[in-house]
């Protein structure tokens, strides 16, 4: 029998492999994120930085695919799903959009009533937006937010792929 912490190992394991999927591109993280069903342990979507059109992050392109699948609006996604789910994601959701998007968070918070836990591989680094208030507006929310370590510099070395080196690299890791 797997360990609880073994168990987030592998889903994080899974989110890496979907980030390297994404584009490499100077003005964005490469990102993977899964949606698993807390109760039975089954991924019910997952996706990657860029994978749906627009300028998609990860946790969007989860969202995206679920309402999908249940041939509804992300908006409504909370009225045909239930039961309590987590998230995870390579990187800690963003709190804000240079592109006018709905920042991850805000997707989160919408979802609250079933995703109830969030597990990140590394908090997102200033490069962007500078420091990311997140964890806290999800956690004062009754989220769980919970860093998977194990993977950090990996997940570093896969989300920068294509900035500019001269960039912070924000590998400091602060929960």
Same mark, same amino acid.
């Given at each position: 029998? =797997? ?16 980030? =390297? ?19 039975? +342990?089954?991924?019910?979507? %997952?996706? @990657? ?13 989860? /969202? #995206? ?22 998230? @995870?994601?390579?990187? =800690?959701?963003? /709190?804000?959009?240079?592109?006018? +998007? ?14 109830? =836990?969030? @597990?990140?591989?590394?908090? %997102? ?20 937010? #919970? ?24 590998? %400091?890791?602060?929960?």
């Amino acid at each position: 029998m =797997e360990s609880d912490e073994d168990r987030h190992l592998i889903a994080m394991r899974h989110a890496l492999s979907l980030a =390297e999927k994404s584009p490499p591109k100077p003005s964005n993280f490469r990102v993977g994120a899964i949606i698993v069903d807390i109760a039975t +342990n089954d991924i019910v979507a %997952e996706g @990657y930085t860029l994978e749906c059109p627009g300028n998609t992050h990860a946790e969007q392109c989860c /969202f #995206t695919k679920l309402a999908e699948k249940h041939k509804t609006s992300e908006a409504n996604l909370a009225s045909a799903i239930t039961q309590p789910h987590a998230l @995870y994601t390579t990187m =800690e959701p963003c /709190f804000k959009r240079l592109s006018g +998007n709905l920042p991850c968070v805000e997707r989160i918070l919408q979802q609250s009533s079933w995703i109830t =836990e969030v @597990y990140v591989g590394v908090l %997102e680094p200033e490069t962007f937006v500078g420091p990311n208030p997140g964890r806290k507006m999800l956690e004062d929310h009754n989220v769980k937010v #919970t860093l998977v370590p194990g993977l950090q510099d990996r997940i570093l070395q896969v989300a920068t792929a294509g900035h500019n080196p001269s960039r912070k690299s924000g590998t %400091e890791i602060r929960i």
